[in-house]
């Protein structure tokens, strides 16, 4: 199946189709999602209407996580397998995930403001994600920060294979230290621990997020290979 | 309505939280957008030009 995606060409063809359908999901899920979370869920009884902070921060949290794992494989198969394409997939994906990880940041800061009382701890699961954070932002530095794009493409690889360390770190940090945040509610032993009232507009919410996200990755995909094959034309046309 | 957009007294945080997640889904949604568009437009008049130029080049 790898090899049959490998080919720049077909792969694109493949997700053309996938665009309509998944900015369908994406505006019909943030718009059911934010009638749910904002309008018609309840409050709830000891944080009142400041748990609706849930519905953001909690679905950037796990894509923050999820999109960095990606970064993590692509850069993996470029590095062993050295195919152009997992590096433009990485490319693509870290825009959109150092956004994700930067809500996780803001959003949880004011939900803890007046949950907590404090905007920030340095806590396992606060830091870790911060850290996480960075490494997003360093992979966008070393990708972009060369003149000639593929100059930096191994070192940004490489990079965030390295980070890929700190993902079982963020997950688990609720676990191993005992602090401010919270431990897990949705993926946990032991079955859920919140209701359905204000479970399907996190549900929602993520699908939403979830459908921008991947709509976000292929068509930076093209934005990407476009733009390459549109310095490969005008290279051509400056020899001939 | 004043009590919706009061939210229980977090009406702040609540509503910065939601507003920045909606502004950053619309910018990267938008800017990401408009340059594939623009791109892909380039890319047809490239290849316009191209095949110009191909047939005022000699024969190889």
Known sequence: ?240 | MAGFFAMGGYGAFVWTGWGLTLVFVLLLWLHTETRLAKLQSQLQSQAENGKTDAKNLPEA
Request: aromatic share 14%; net charge positive.
């Open chain 1, 1 to 240: 199946m790898f090899d049959y995606l490998a080919n720049p060409t077909r792969f694109m063809r493949l997700a053309d189709y996938t665009v309509w359908p998944l900015r369908l999901i994406a505006a019909a899920g943030l718009l059911i999602g934010s009638w749910l979370g904002l309008a018609s869920s309840p409050a709830d009884y000891q944080q009142g209407d400041a748990v609706r902070l849930m519905y953001v921060h909690v679905p950037s949290a796990w894509l923050a996580l999820s999109s960095y794992l990606m970064l993590g494989l692509a850069s993996l198969f470029f590095i062993v397998w050295r195919h152009p394409l997992a590096d433009i997939a990485a490319r693509a994906i870290a825009p959109a995930g150092a956004g994700f990880a930067f809500l996780t940041l803001v959003t949880g800061a004011l939900w803890g403001a007046p949950i907590w009382g404090t905007w920030w701890v340095w806590d396992g699961r606060l830091t870790s994600m911060l850290v996480l954070f960075f490494f997003f932002i360093g992979y966008l530095a070393l990708a972009n920060g060369f003149d000639r794009p593929e100059r930096g493409a191994r070192p940004a690889a490489i990079l965030a294979m390295v980070g890929v360390l700190n993902l079982p770190i963020v997950k688990f940090s609720v676990d191993w230290w005992n602090t401010l945040h919270q431990p897990a509610s949705i993926l946990r032993s032991g079955g859920m621990a919140i209701d359905s009232a204000m479970l399907w507009p996190l549900f929602t919410m993520f699908a939403g997020l979830q459908a921008f996200f991947l709509l976000m990755v292929i068509q930076r995909m093209r934005l990407l290979l476009g733009q390459a094959r549109l310095a490969r034309l005008a290279d051509q046309q400056e020899a001939s």
